[in-house]
């Protein structure tokens, strides 16, 4: 899609301020990934893995590191000094249990209501696969949405209404997408912020549920979030 | 005086019955239990319900298993991974049974068996397809979903050191589904690195304690 956006980076560079320093997180697998990388190092954030860890480290040096201590998206990491391993009730005790603080997950669709559409779509004959989502879905105490804001083909994601099947009901706080931030809140979508060059007729064009915007919209300027 | 050690793999899976409940540890491909699955194939058992988180990936442990027909019903989070040829040859055939099972609620579930609990109501997947033909009931003004125990016939699993007690200790991340299983089978069978002596594992970091623990097999660099 052509005109004004933000860059993957400047998305996951937006969600990272979100993250306060002394939260436990989890990032989902994909683009949520991306946000480990740019938080600030100011902060200390101490990130769980669904298969038992806490205290997720970077990944080791190549050819260096344990060939079991992977992530949720079986790719190797560390283990951080204070770092934690746990079998796999405890993990999903820690996700379902909303001990939890912040988890980015990505997102196929997520409606007004804050339902979240993230495991499964309408393809045929691929057997279907949940993994954690569930649990963390609705055991995160903040469920922030990092995504695209429409398909490639340009179809909106955010609707009144899923149309895949749902991951979990009203469970989501924030959408971060290239073109806005928008709060799910018992009033609908409210816009708190807008790619610099986007009109507000522009944004709603390409979202499939309705917004109403902040009093104050902040300005996203991309290559400068 | 008791020895839960046994000399060899065919000893530790011996007795593996057509039709068994197998829970097989292990998370992608951290704490998988090889030896023990290869061990199993080569005892022949047919007819198993898998239960368990990945569906393996190309040629090896729960992948070959499913490659030679022995799995009849696998119950699983996530069977869709890079180089599960075998399984999606399998369930695109319509030769194997899907049940697929919350991460959480998988683990949950055995949980619940090792507790001797009859089950438990859970938010995780209330609100989706995989709560179809389940009680769902209303708690704290929140939907929550029922789930049934899960107990095995069997547990293959993997730990780091045993002594003669059955004693455990893991290595880092591929602790995964080991303690939890190890509570909900009826017999559990654990491939270890290394055999030690009692009193060597400080009792204070023991993770599984011996009593839920049946047989311990020794694989060499496991």
């Not at chain 1, 200390?44 to 990944?59: D, F, K, R, T």
């Not at chain 2, 190309?58 to 499913?66: K, N, S």
């Not at chain 2, 959480?104 to 109501?121: D, K, N, P, V, Y």
């Amino acid at each position: 899609m052509s005109g004004p956006r933000l860059s993957l980076t400047d998305m996951a560079r937006r969600v990272a301020r979100d993250i306060p320093s002394g939260a436990y997180v989890n990032l989902g697998i994909g683009m949520p990934t991306l946000v480990g990388e740019v938080v600030s190092p100011d902060k200390e954030i101490i990130y769980h893995s669904e298969n038992g860890i806490l205290g997720m480290g970077p990944a080791p040096a190549p050819g260096e590191g344990d060939p079991e201590l992977i992530n949720a998206g079986k790719q190797p990491v560390t283990l951080l000094p204070g770092g934690a391993y746990f079998h796999h009730t405890d993990s999903f005790m820690m996700m379902r249990g909303g001990h939890i603080d912040v988890t980015v997950l990505g997102g196929f669709q997520v409606s007004a209501a804050g339902d979240l559409a993230n495991w499964a779509t309408d393809e045929v004959g691929h057997p279907p696969a949940v993994g954690g989502a569930m649990d963390l879905a609705v055991g995160a105490k903040r469920v922030l949405v990092l995504m695209t804001h429409t398909t490639k083909a340009g179809t909106p994601k955010i609707l009144p209404l899923c149309t895949y099947p749902l991951t979990a009901a009203g469970v989501v706080d924030r959408i971060y997408t290239e073109l806005a931030v928008i709060d799910v809140t018992p009033g609908g979508l409210v816009v708190r912020e807008l790619v610099a060059g986007l009109s507000r007729e522009e944004l709603q064009e390409r979202t499939g549920a309705r917004l109403t915007f902040a009093d104050d919209v902040v300005e996203l300027v991309p290559g400068a979030v | 005086m008791i020895d839960k050690r046994v000399g060899s793999l065919p000893e530790a899976v011996a007795g593996i019955g057509d039709g068994a409940t197998v829970l097989v540890g292990g998370f992608g491909n951290s704490g998988i239990p090889v030896e023990l699955v290869h061990a199993l194939l080569d005892e022949g058992a047919r007819d198993l319900t898998l239960v368990t988180n990945n569906a393996g990936s190309r040629e090896t442990d729960v992948a070959a298993l499913l490659r030679e027909h022995r799995v009849r019903k696998i119950i699983c989070s996530y069977p869709r991974s890079s180089g599960s040829i075998w399984f999606e040859e399998r369930y695109r055939a319509g030769e194997i049974e899907l049940e697929l099972v919350p991460q959480g609620t998988l683990s949950e579930r055995m949980r619940a068996a090792g507790a001797g609990l009859g089950g438990f109501f859970t938010p995780a997947g209330a609100d989706s397809l995989l709560a179809e033909g389940k009680e769902v009931r209303i708690i704290n003004g929140r939907r929550h979903v029922f789930e049934e125990p899960l107990h095995g016939d069997v547990a293959l699993i993997k730990a780091r050191k045993a002594d003669r007690w059955g004693n455990l200790v893991y290595s880092t991340a591929a602790r995964n589904f080991g303690p939890t299983m190890a509570t909900a089978a009826t017999t559990t069978v654990v491939q270890v690195r290394e055999f030690v002596e009692l009193g060597d594992l400080d009792p204070e970091c023991i993770v599984t304690p011996g009593i839920f623990v049946d047989r311990v097999v020794r694989v060499e660099g496991s």
